[in-house]
């Protein structure tokens, strides 16, 4: 038998008793923030004691006691996860203690941890993060074997291959038998588990991800992303299936980290409060007031203008640059202008709340950023100084496989706020998977496949100028750091080898729609298909694996003449029906735009150059007055349709119910 600490009970209060379920090992009455952990399925509350210990004096950490476990055979087990929830949730509600709370949950604990943190927002109480180790999401089917049917020594077999388990323990028959006996009955609870794919949580979920771990994959932990409206993101520990418990000296820095960023960012009492409709309309106008305009013009369609007389010529000819004559640029553009809205009055809206639901995560706007290229032309920061905009504006970003910046350096930019990323599929099948793979790693929560681009579109402003961000080696870094690329170049390659070999992979124009399927394969991520203005092709992405579309002209640089983005949404939206996710760009340039196409059908847009502009005016301050400019141009947009919420909106807002 073992030593284990001795364990100060938290106090009881009110009618529940906290001490049956929450244990403190190393009390912290001095600590700002509670660090409440859930144990793995068999697991008891000293398999935290080492973590506990390792934890800073301002993080205390209280281990949740799973009834059954503190007196051997003294109760029996809960009989389902709802149970083991329910009992954490009283019993935190019960300790009278405000300070913030994080939860942080082990294999079956993290799930437990995810209902607990549920129930205190359906209570009025709010988690500010939760911490997942070696779990899959609540969505997916863990593939759990019925352990009954299992044998104890096929079971020991087991536990010795994932660790975490002292062998002399495993060697003595009677702890043997009761570490089996908990095992057996939290899989009778976890086997009657039904998650729902659109269940979420305001807290923000940190993934912490073993890379030696024989059970859970990367690809496994990503549909995290779909359980928060608050970000994901996916940090990788040494070592194996208890990588969390056996490596403190590891992961609980990584804790600390995400505990402290959040306490100063002053998240960790919930989601804030959205920002009132006209708070940057007051601070514009009070700034002018003290004899300070605006850096750049709240006009989001003169940005275009002002970025090209200050970017180089070439780069501003490649961001603006259009196919042919500019026939589909323009369409774009007229489109929206011949939509007209209906004001409504009196309809007492003072916010006007944005937020909607894609694959599952509440987002909390309709506006994502469209994955443009080579942002380094722009600003040398390029995609991170984006990133993290994005992230201070609460826009989700997708980024693009063709940008200046590795799709993991864009992630540290934007933290735990959301993010999607677009995939070119190249030639090169590995590179792609390994693409697909690194994006799933990094937290991406959606995989945008682009197929309207396989052959470069003819654009005199980028011909005449004679350049390519790309063969000067910007716009590639994500082939240049990934391994599967690499691999194809010989040992001695320079950079002009690099680029030659990117140039000759990087798209490909054989694809078909069973290139799609087989992208299926790689992920459970989410995958929109972006550059369809047919109903048809709709129709065939989703008959070949896809979850949703992006109706788009590629900002009109691919056929010059084509019909409009927006003129395609409403037969793209009867297409696929009500409930597949549309999302829609090209044109879009203000708050009312974004209206509009909410009005004929799209669930969310994609923005596109405005906000590069807005980066090459003035980096990241730059994007952040481009985005927060379209922001409240849209609640005031809404605000004055008579909308409080994008579920008001709907083709009676416009006059004339549809394009003509």
Known sequence: MTNTPTAAPVSPAGAAD?????????????????????????????????LSAALPEDVELLAVQYPGRQDRRGEPCARDLAELAAGVAGALAASSDDRPLFLL?????????????????????????????????????????????????????????LGGIPEPLLADPE?????????????????????????????????????????????????????????????????????????????????????????????????????????????????????????????????????????????????????????????????????????RMLRGTRRADTSVTLFGQRLPTPVLLAPLAAQQVA???????????????????????????????VAGAAGDHPRWFQLYLPSDRAVGASLVRRAEASGYGAIVVTVDATHLGFRPAELDSGYSPFLRGTGIANFTSDPAFRAGLPADADATAAVLRWAQISTDPTLTWEDLARLRGLTRLPILVKGILHPDDARLALEHGADGVVVSTHGGRQLDGSVSALESLPAVRA???????????????????????????????????????GLGLDGRRGVEHVLRCLLTDLGLALALTGCASLADVGPHVLANGELR
């Open 18 to 50: 906290p001490s049956r379920w929450l244990r403190s090992y190393h009390p912290r009455a001095s600590a700002a923030a509670r660090l409440v952990c859930f144990p793995h399925a068999g697991g008891a509350a000293n398999a935290f004691v080492a």
């Open 105 to 161: 949950g082990h294999s079956m604990g993290a799930l437990v941890a995810f209902e607990t943190a549920r129930l205190l927002e359906e209570q009025g109480g709010a988690a500010a993060r939760l911490f997942v180790s070696a779990a899959r999401p609540p969505a997916q089917d863990w593939e759990e074997p019925d352990l009954a049917l299992v044998g104890d020594a096929e079971l020991v077999a087991g536990l010795r291959r």
């Open 175 to 343: 702890i043997a038998a009761e570490i089996l006996r908990l095992l057996r009955a939290d899989h009778r609870a976890l086997l009657r588990r039904a998650g729902a794919q659109d269940t979420s949580v305001a807290a923000a979920v940190t993934v912490l991800l073993a890379t030696a771990d024989p059970k859970n994959s990367p690809a496994q932990m990503a549909g995290w992303a779909r359980h928060t409206v608050r970000g994901h993101e996916v940090v990788t520990l040494s070592g194996g299936h208890f990588a969390l418990l056996e490596r403190p000296a590891e992961s609980a820095p990584a804790v600390t980290e995400r505990i402290r960023g959040d306490l100063a960012r002053g998240q960790a009492a919930g989601t804030p409060d959205p920002e009132p409709l006209a708070d940057l309309v007051r601070e514009l106008m009070l700034e002018g007031l003290a004899g300070r305009p605006p850096r750049l013009t709240t006009d989001l369609t003169a940005l275009e203008a002002a970025a090209g007389r200050v970017m180089a010529p070439e780069a501003f000819a490649y961001v603006s640059g259009t196919a042919g004559s500019g026939a589909t640029g323009r369409a774009n553009r007229a489109a929206f202008d011949r939509l007209r809205l209906v004001p």
């Open 379 to 409: 600003h040398p920061e390029g995609e991170s100084a984006t990133a993290r905009a994005a992230a201070a504006t609460g826009v989700p970003m997708v980024l693009s496989t063709f940008a200046s910046r590795t799709l993991e350096e």
């Open 575 to 613: 297409a696929v029906g009500p409930e597949v996710p549309v999302l829609m760009d090209s044109g879009v340039r203000t708050g009312s735009d974004v209206l509009k196409a909410l009005a004929l059908g799209a669930d969310a847009v994609l923005y596109g150059r405005p906000y590069v502009y």
